[in-house]
């Protein structure tokens, strides 16, 4: 049976339920946790989150992956009870957002070294916490192409995922034949990886989806809900019907099953205030009624939400 590791320990993929694929449980840049700015109490980021997650619940969502990566705030325990408190599943990742959120640390770490962290985190457990990670996150920094020290990263995350047959997402999908050339160098099957952010209004003109999905790969439109119609948007929103009518172009071009859908919202963000209106909900709120309201049909809803993100979790033996 494929199973798919979680924060409380590995589950039947089966049992994943709705899964909102791409997610943040609290997101900040490496170093924001020294400013006292911004510094939350434990009550405070408790009171911010768990409303959110048991709304999710209620709505029927089953399992959020949180994509937050090391050194941007990620931290298992306090995952742990979160979901042991709403009964939400959390898969927690390891890697990276991108090379330009890793510390001097890491990122001046070799492959083989980065590798080996990756999986001892996939294996063994992330710090102290005996919580394996369920995904491995890597990302183009800054700049819209893939920097040496991105290459490294995403050379050491293949080399994990094929040791391990846990999977991977990106943090953008730009610069995808550098991304793809390492993935075939290290012969990584590349239904094994998420690309993501491919309808984010800054780089969705940039991405070559329908490429992606033709070599293979999975693609993520993972920013639902970053419309330019709230309040204060982000710079890289987009109007709501824009997205929305690319996501339906891609999947009803035959990629219905390479297709994954998220909003890519933080619960309690750290060291920035975060979007205004935003939240993991979204997906129950708006986009399953907007995909409705378009003429699409439940069992598509149930491929998108449970049977793809479920295959792509599945650890392969
Ligand atoms: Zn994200």
Redesign the pocket.
């Known amino acids: 049976m494929s199973r798919v590791n979680t924060v409380l320990g590995a589950i039947p993929a089966e049992e994943l339920g709705i899964v909102a694929v791409?997610?943040?449980i609290g997101?900040g840049m490496p170093g924001s946790e020294l400013d006292t700015t911004w510094w939350k109490t434990p009550e405070q980021r408790y009171a911010e989150t768990v409303p959110k997650l048991r709304k999710f619940h209620e709505y029927g969502g089953g399992t959020f992956v949180d994509?937050?990566g090391i050194c941007n705030g990620r931290d298992v325990d306090y995952y742990k009870s979160l979901s042991a408190k709403t009964g939400v599943h959390i898969v927690a990742c390891t890697g990276f957002?991108g090379g330009d959120t890793a510390l001097p640390f890491f990122a001046r770490a070799s492959v083989e070294y980065l590798t080996e962290h990756f999986v001892h985190e996939i294996t063994v457990g992330i710090g102290d916490t005996g919580s394996r990670a369920g995904v491995i996150k890597v990302g183009v920094s800054r700049g819209g192409r893939m920097t040496e020290l991105d290459k490294r990263i995403y050379r050491a995350a293949a080399r994990a995922a094929r040791r391990t047959g846990v999977p991977i997402l990106t943090?953008l999908a730009i610069d995808a034949e550098n991304a793809i050339a390492i993935f075939h160098d290290e012969e990584l099957p590349l239904d094994r990886v998420l690309f993501?952010?491919a309808d984010d209004g800054v780089n969705a003109e940039k991405t070559r989806d329908t490429w992606i999905a033709e070599q293979g790969g999975r693609v993520g439109f993972?920013?639902f809900g970053y419309d330019t119609e709230l309040e204060d948007p982000p710079f890289w929103a987009r109007p709501r019907t824009e997205r929305l009518d690319h996501f339906l172009r891609f999947i009803g071009q035959g990629h219905l099953d390479k297709a994954l859908a998220s909003a890519?919202a933080n619960c309690s963000p750290l060291g920035w205030p975060g979007v205004k209106g935003h939240t993991v909900n979204y997906i129950f709120e708006d986009l399953i009624p907007d995909l409705r309201a378009a003429g699409v049909d439940e069992a598509t809803i149930t491929t998108l939400f449970v049977d793809n993100p479920a295959a792509f979790l599945s650890i392969q033996a």
Request: proline share 0%; aromatic share 8%.
């Open positions: 791409h997610e943040h997101y994509v937050t957002v943090h993501g952010h993972d920013t890519d």
